[in-house]
Each structure stands twice: as C-alpha cells, then as structure tokens.
C-alpha cells in the first residue's frame, strides 16, 4: 500500500468494525422507535464489536508487527518551508558586499 500504510485491512479489523456497524445500526433503528431497551441492546452489540476484534487480533488475525518497519520521508510544513526561504535569504544578504554610496 501507499507509504507502508495498511490501513487495517486485516480481518480482525473487518470482523470488529463490521460489527460495531450493526450495533450502530440497531442502536439507531431502536432510537428512531423510542426504545431505549433496543438503544441499549445496540451499544452492546458495539462493545461487543470491539471485543470480538481484538480476540482476532490476538489470535493473530490482525496486523502483524514486522521486524524491520517502513520509514516514510518527512514532508515539510508551509512554516518549514516558509523558515528555510527566509533563511536562504538571509544568508544571500549575508555574502553580498555592503555597497558604500559614492559621495
């Protein structure tokens, strides 16, 4: 994947978060109904998501943890950037010979 990134793609994450999506799913069914027992029922269902997805994770179906990780190049920020010309600048300013006025 782009810059070492797997973005969770393993099926402990896939298994947790298409759970949690059904808890959310029925937590929201049941608001819309005004049963707050069935609201309840739903949070646990998403509990019960997270639960499920770290048991896989810890069977090892989740993300595996390599010996030697992926650098990925610092990009410099607008400020960094924004330093570094300044600087530039100075330092040109700085080799210039001071000019004298003739008088």
């Given amino acids: 994947m782009a ?4 973005h969770g ?10 759970i949690a999506l059904i808890g959310f799913t029925i937590g ?6 005004a049963q707050p027992l069935g609201v309840l029922a739903g949070l ?4 019960l998501g997270g639960v499920v997805g770290a048991a896989m994770r810890s069977m ?15 990009q410099a920020t607008s400020d960094e ?3 570094e010309k300044a600087e530039k600048k100075n330092e040109k300013k700085a080799d ?3 000019q004298v006025p003739a008088g």
């Fill in 3 to 6: 810059n070492g990134h797997d």
């Fill in 9 to 18: 793609n393993t099926p402990a994450a896939w298994t947790g978060v298409t």
């Fill in 28 to 33: 929201g069914a049941f608001m819309t109904m």
């Fill in 44 to 47: 646990v269902v998403v509990a």
């Fill in 60 to 74: 090892g179906m989740g993300k595996q943890e390599s010996a030697d990780p992926v650098s990925v190049p610092h």
């Fill in 81 to 83: 950037k924004a330093a």
């Fill in 96 to 98: 210039e010979p001071e």
